[in-house]
């Protein structure tokens, strides 16, 4: 059969002038073919269109006099026990889900799957996927309720995803406890003509539609309305990449849940000025985020009169959603603007030919989940100790890398031995399983006092 092009896409690819994408349909066969087909039916052109007149917009951030510090609850808190009851109460009720996003494709990482499956585990070489997972595990153990995990994929990470959690058995959970949903992607376009790049003869490059995308596919799969259904009332959201998250921690969820809050988000004091973190503000007088290559760089140094950054709360990324407005944002969709950005993206020219380009040349689109924060009447801040809680995988070598993660866990572990009166030789990796202890507290019940540690020392459980 030699499928053929429904007539009102062919004249859709007419008048946005993108019948390029055709140049090989005579090569193509018949699954390519239908493949090309959906790929171009799932295209809003008049989207695009209207994207590519947008190219050279600068970021809407307003005048730096109206970008501020923003509010936020201490370590130290007077409201902390409270807020922890709180919290605990909410997980036995089974009110909370956790959500993972992992629908990126780490390729500033260069690992050749779902950044979820690369070996972080110092000692155990365990995935990010297992650390994550047994977090969960060990949660619902803790409070007695099934933790629903939410893990979004995208079509790049999604097979191998589910795969790898299935050949793992799931790593303890549940399988009603997993819920997969996959994000959307977006086109590229030519950086100056605007028109679609071919990945293949036959095929779009089509990539994630950022974690934004989130938003779409909870409730587009339906999951958003089970959860409401479920009675839970806050998700709690975080990245695959930072294997030391406090997932679901109940004194944040108690914050939360005191300040009846819309949205919550962790803050980290910036390891420097220049470091790649978003920032929390308060943006014409509204929660929100300067994403790090948006922050004018005269800002991003600027010191108080105590000497640290004024713009000092760095974002690990780590927030809780009230599912109402969550639910209420799916209906509100000026507040997910798509960001552009220049990318070099390979593709195939006019006469099929590969070309890997050195500069840029190309537009992607994406939309970022925290664009959501200034439609937030009520929020809170919290602070966090970064050595606690973030040293996320981004590249193969340098800050954010296999070796940087592996010394932040090795170095939390041994913080917890030393709060147990233990030691360790110099230069010993250690790892403590988040099934032996999820903080510090259980690790204290767990280890005897006066433990010495003289080799790679994994604390399993
Ligand atoms: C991100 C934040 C930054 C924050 C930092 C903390 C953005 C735009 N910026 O930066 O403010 O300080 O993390 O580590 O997010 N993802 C998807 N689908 C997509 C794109 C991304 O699921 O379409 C997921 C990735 O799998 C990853 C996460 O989102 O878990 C972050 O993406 P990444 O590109 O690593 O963000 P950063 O630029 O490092």
Known sequence: VTLDIPQPLREALRVSEQQHVLAFWDRLNATSRAELIAQLQSLDFEQLR??????????????????????FIPLDSPQNSHAQKLGEEALRAGQVAALVVAGGQGSRLGFEHPKGMY???PVSR??????HAEKILALSRRYGKPLAFLLMTSPATHAETVQFFDTHKNFGLAAEQIHYFSQGTMPALDLTTGKLLLEEPGRLFLSPDGHGGTLTALASSGLLARLQAQ???SVFYFQVDNPMVNIAEPLFLGHHLAARAEVSSKVVAKAHAGEKVGVLAKINGRCGIVEYSDLPAS???EVDATGRLRMWAG????????????????REPEYLAFHIAKKKVPCIDANGAKVEPTTENALKFERFIF?????????????????????PLKNAEGADSPATVDRALTDQALRWLTLAKGSAKEGVKLEVSPLFALDAQEFLTKVAPNTTITENHYFGG
């Not at 970021?59 to 923003?70: F, G, K, M, V």
């Open 50 to 71: 209207s994207l590519f007149a947008k190219r050279n917009q600068a970021s809407a951030l307003p005048a730096n006099d109206r970008i501020e510090p923003i509010e």
């Open 299 to 301: 800002m991003a140094s």
């Open 126 to 131: 365990k995935s990010l996927f297992q650390i």
């Open 315 to 330: 974002n690990p990324a780590i927030h809780i959603f009230d599912v109402a407005f969550l639910d209420k944002m799916t």
């Open 119 to 121: 070996p972080v585990g």
């Open 371 to 391: 664009d959501v924060l200034p439609a937030a009447d009520r929020y809170t801040i919290v602070e966090a100790l970064r050595s606690e809680e973030f040293a």
């Open 231 to 233: 009675g839970v009332r």
